[in-house]
């Protein structure tokens, strides 16, 4: 028997090496819970802290007062199982022998795709300062907009309209997009368009951290997140140390050895995009012979997996498809036409998602407006798509009209 009647409460699962046993581990665990002021009032009932010993390698220990592994109630509850299932999915939890005859080999996403629908859908957190949190598997939640500022004289559709000559310009351009409604404003200092060439670490900075400086001083934007859209972890730590809150690597952390490593020990949210090559490169390598869903799922996880290795916690990445990243106009449809399906990737379930179809190429070949700035009604489609599939964030260059786009487009599919 359980409290139903309980306050929300965060459930995590995380794996540790230790030197201690079984016993004397739970007995550190509840040295910690004391610590830190638990007080056992109603059993199964809340409570402000609760560690326990899930499992201990594949050991199996039923023959004690005071702890079993695996833990008695896991299989039964999905507040454990699920945060599990983001780490081992396909693995068989060990049992006793009393129970190995009915579980055929089940493993904890079978156990968890057994149990009732919760009345209320459990969903992972992502944190983004100072106060975004995101909740990719809410059926219910709202989609953020992220405005774009390049500092570029070159980006495909707003080169030039931007710079460090004209922080002024650049400040109000921050206070529209937050007074239409945008709740990220990402800042970036190198076009990353198809061909582009590549600027230096110091001419990137001289463009960007003026921007950061700049927006972080203004009242209006306060309580906005601020990313500092690069590949390099030199210009992500300045950014950072400027007032960034985010990063936005369009390599997914393949540019710059140091990139992912720079996110985990800043302990700050990362945006791995799914790109191939070089924007000098990109291009030639828009092969997907084993299928187009499958092979960006299969690489973003690969990029999720380094990612974690590095040390940036699960609940600090957002991904992104990388669309026109190494994909023609066949692929970004669908990539768009599919995009619950690539969210399902059992490897990236749960992970929330950032979309960038804004004013892009595809969107003019299939319209005929060549001029980049007059694709909004192309975009306005790619978002209502976007939202459908599960995106938790769009990121646009026409806040204002993206985000009545994205408030439409919530009350359709998000309630």
């Not at 198809?194 to 203004?218: F, N």
């Not at 540019?255 to 799914?274: C, E, Q, Y």
């Not at 595809?362 to 192309?378: A, C, H, K, L």
């Amino acid at each position: 028997m359980y409290v139903l009647e309980q306050n929300r409460f965060l459930n995590g699962v995380c794996e540790v090496e230790t030197d201690l046993s079984p016993h004397k581990l739970l007995n550190e665990l509840k040295a910690i819970e004391k610590h830190l002021g638990r007080q056992k009032i109603v059993d199964k009932g809340p409570r402000n802290i609760d560690l326990d010993v899930l499992l201990y390698d594949s050991r199996v220990l039923d023959d004690s007062p005071t702890l079993s592994v695996p833990h008695k109630f896991m299989l039964e509850r999905e507040f454990v199982l699920r945060p599990l299932c983001d780490l081992i999915p396909t693995a068989v939890p060990p049992l006793p022998d009393s129970q190995l005859s009915t579980s055929k080999g089940k493993t904890y996403q079978g156990y968890l795709s057994q149990l009732p629908v919760s009345s209320v859908p459990l969903s992972s957190l992502t944190p983004i300062p100072p106060s975004i949190t995101l909740s990719a598997s809410s059926p219910s939640r709202t989609t953020h907009v992220m405005g774009i500022i390049n500092v570029t004289p070159d980006s495909f559709s707003d080169g030039g309209l931007h710079s460090v000559e004209n922080l002024s310009f650049i400040a109000k351009t921050a206070s529209d997009f937050t007074s239409q409604g945008a709740t990220i404003l990402d800042v970036g200092g190198q076009s990353t368009r198809p061909g582009a060439t590549p600027i230096s670490a110091e001419e990137e900075l001289a463009r960007v951290i003026p921007v950061i400086q700049t927006l972080r001083k203004l009242p209006s934007a306060a309580n906005i997140s601020l990313s500092i859209d690069t590949y390099r972890a030199s210009v992500a730590r300045v950014a950072l140390d400027a007032g960034a809150d985010m990063i936005n690597d369009v390599t997914g952390g393949r540019g710059d050895s140091n990139m992912l490593g720079t996110a985990a020990t800043r302990h700050v949210p990362i945006i791995l995009t799914h790109s191939r090559g070089t924007p000098e490169t990109m291009s030639q390598l828009a092969t997907y012979p084993e299928g187009m869903i499958e092979t960006v799922g299969r690489e973003l996880a690969e990029r999720v997996k380094e990612a974690e290795r590095a040390g940036v916690r699960r609940w600090h990445i957002i991904l992104d498809p990388g669309l026109g990243f190494a994909k023609g106009q066949k692929q970004n449809l669908e990539l768009l036409r599919d995009f619950d399906r690539l969210r399902s990737t059992p490897a990236l379930r749960g992970l929330p998602w950032l979309v960038g179809p804004s004013r892009k190429g595809f969107i003019g070949r299939i319209t005929g407006v060549e001029e980049p700035s007059r694709r909004g009604w192309g975009t306005a489609a790619t978002i209502t798509a976007a939202v459908q599939g599960g995106a938790d964030i769009v990121r646009v260059h026409d806040v204002k009209e993206m985000v009545q786009v994205a408030k439409m487009a919530d009350a359709i599919w998000r309630c």
